[in-house]
């Protein structure tokens, strides 16, 4: 793959991802918890938009959840897992950023509403 190509479908891929992202949180902020719907919007954003090595002596990076399906599917298990690593730790992150800033947005809106009351 030439170098113009591979930027060209990262492009791509990026302004996909982008406008998928955008739409699911439109419809989740619809029908859902709020809680709930930035923690699958955190999960979904770590899915869609995490680099893994095609190759492991390659510079050339694909999202790491194609490389998990396609290494799964074209070689086995094992070599699979090495895409499946990064992936997972993006979403535990993502998981604990929206956890850590979901608890510090209630406590900001308590704290608010507090010093906003009349005392009697």
Known sequence: METQDYIVAWVVYL???????FISW???K???WRELAYLLQSLLLA???TPWYVLPEDE??????IV???DLITVDITTSIRAL??????ML???IVTIILSVLYRIRRKNYSADSMPDA
């Open 85 to 90: 690593i990064p992936l997972v730790m993006a």
């Open 93 to 95: 992150f993502g998981i």
């Open 47 to 49: 899915i869609i938009f």
């Open 68 to 70: 998990f399906m396609l």
């Open 30 to 32: 619809k029908f859902l």
């Open 26 to 28: 439109k419809v989740m």
């Open 15 to 21: 302004l996909a991802g982008i406008a998928f992202s």
């Open 60 to 65: 050339i990076l694909a999202p790491a959840l």
